[in-house]
């Protein structure tokens, strides 16, 4: 939240736009994921027999070659998803509020 010099908490918050909110939340949603799959690949994400994307990721480890489709498929997927939230939420940020660059 953005706080001038002598501004009080309630003119603060008004100055900050709802479209500031909608594309910070959208890039939480994104880092979300991405550490969802990057804990999971590591071992400290879900729990089998829960599938996520990182746990995929870290079975088709050790050999990539042989299990490509554990690694591209489940790659492809985290790319496309997190690119998904940020770009979804940049164009309603934009939406909302076209003046903030």
Same mark, same amino acid.
């Given at each position: 939240?953005?706080?001038?010099?002598?501004?009080?908490?309630?003119?603060?918050?008004?100055?900050?736009?709802?479209?500031?909110?909608?594309?910070?939340s959208s890039?939480?949603?994104?880092?979300?994921?991405?550490?969802?799959?990057?804990?999971?690949? /590591?071992? %400290?994400?879900v729990q089998?027999?829960?599938?996520?994307? +990182? !746990?995929? $990721?870290?079975? &088709?480890f050790a050999?990539?070659?042989?299990?490509?489709?554990?690694?591209?498929?489940?790659?492809? /997927?985290? %790319?496309?998803?997190?690119?998904?939230?940020?770009?979804? +939420? !940049?164009? $309603?940020?934009? &939406?909302?509020?076209?003046?903030?660059?």
């Amino acid at each position: 939240m953005k706080k001038s010099a002598g501004a009080s908490r309630k003119s603060a918050a008004r100055s900050q736009s709802p479209g500031e909110d909608i594309g910070t939340s959208s890039k939480a949603r994104a880092g979300n994921v991405l550490a969802e799959s990057g804990l999971s690949f /590591l071992g %400290f994400g879900v729990q089998p027999p829960t599938a996520s994307w +990182g !746990e995929l $990721l870290k079975q &088709a480890f050790a050999d990539p070659l042989r299990y490509w489709n554990l690694t591209l498929w489940p790659g492809l /997927l985290i %790319f496309l998803t997190v690119s998904s939230f940020n770009l979804v +939420g !940049e164009g $309603l940020r934009k &939406a909302v509020d076209p003046k903030s660059s």
